[in-house]
């Protein structure tokens, strides 16, 4: 393995809290994370204790009110601090960012009553969350999703199953959209599961190409019972506030590509400048040079394109299309890097010994988490041209 240390990235950061915030991440990375990556992904080994260990830190919660036990953050430092543990292991930076999705819903539309009741343990208490939009018939086309929530007395019943779920079978609790009304959009609504509610169960985790660490599972809901206080928002608006939620994700997706992109270039400096052929390191051959250069060119553009919606998004002002072409450009440009990263070191990057074959598998999923991008690129194009068919 090479010995050569990769170089912290050089961030632009708004305040001092900020950078003490990305020296405590590092810490953790390189402490508790990194070292023990390759070993359980490869065993598929989940490591919630050290997601406990970012919720006692305050790393759970960064993009909300500190009120509710958030940590205040600008989304333009979540957002590095989720590319940073993405680089250490993917599998705990897009598990950091799908349970800020899964808080999402309740944080930004929630009644206050619920906000006090259920974000401080949600943000800062130790739970786990997960998002359930997805099912096994309704992927890009979310709207025409099936399960259903009838009401029954004071509260509703929720029956039908959720497909693609990450934290499937181990969150506490589940952010999910179901079918109160019409076919469409304008029937589905946003309801707050318990993870132990009856009638709520998990199927086999799916066998992935990468993160294997990371459960990915279809979620049975068989008669779950909650109650109305747990409706997230109006009956119909729950597609409206899965779409809002997503504009945000879709930046944590772009943020850790760039981790993973950015782990797989520093492995491939690494590599090159010691591996030696015909008498001199293989880093002084100049195709080498312009690839690993075309390399790092692609993950500035990519960070400073996520940056730059995320600091849209903290002025309050509209970012869906930059989201869009965020996650678009930095997933593609992680697929580039780590398939290049993976060429750099030849044999070696097609071995299990060193990481680069893991960034390459890893990579792929980036490209159809929270929107294939295909759909992405239909969403930049609405944005430029109006909808289809007008």
Known sequence: MPDRAPQPVDRQLPTDEARDLISLVRDIAQREIAPKAAEEEDAGRFPREVFTLLSESGLLGLPYDSEYGGGDQPYEVYLQVLEELAAARLTVGLGVSVHSLACYSLATYGTKQQQ??????????????????????????????????????????????????????????????????????????????????????????????????????????????????????????????????????????????????????????????????????????????????????????????????ARLRDAGRPFAKQAAMAKLHCTDTAMRVTTDAVQILGGYGYTADFPAERFMREAKVLQIVEGTNQIQRMVIARHLAGPEGR
Do not use: N
């Open 116 to 309: 006090v009741e259920h974000l401080p343990a949600m943000l800062g208490g130790g739970l786990l969350g997960a998002y359930c939009l997805s099912e096994p018939s309704s992927g890009s086309d979310a709207a025409s999703l099936r399960t259903k929530a009838v009401r029954d007395g004071d509260g509703w019943v929720i029956t039908g199953t959720k497909a693609w779920i990450t934290h499937g079978g181990i969150a506490d609790f589940y952010t999910v959209m179901a079918r109160t009304g019409e076919e469409g959009p304008r029937g589905i609504t946003a309801f707050l599961v318990p993870g132990d509610a009856a009638g709520l169960s998990a199927a086999a985790p799916e066998k992935k190409m990468g993160m294997k660490g990371s459960p990915t599972a279809q979620v049975h809901f068989d008669g779950v019972r909650v109650g109305d206080e747990r409706r997230i928002g109006d009956e119909g608006q729950g597609f409206a506030i899965a779409l809002s939620a997503l504009d945000s994700g879709r930046l944590g997706i772009a943020a850790c590509a760039i981790g993973v992109a950015q782990a797989a270039l520093d492995e491939a400096v690494a590599y090159a400048t010691e591996r030696r052929q015909f008498g001199k390191p293989i880093v002084d051959f100049q195709g080498l040079r312009f690839m690993l250069a075309d390399m790092a060119t692609q993950i500035e553009a990519g960070r400073a394109l996520y940056l730059a919606a």
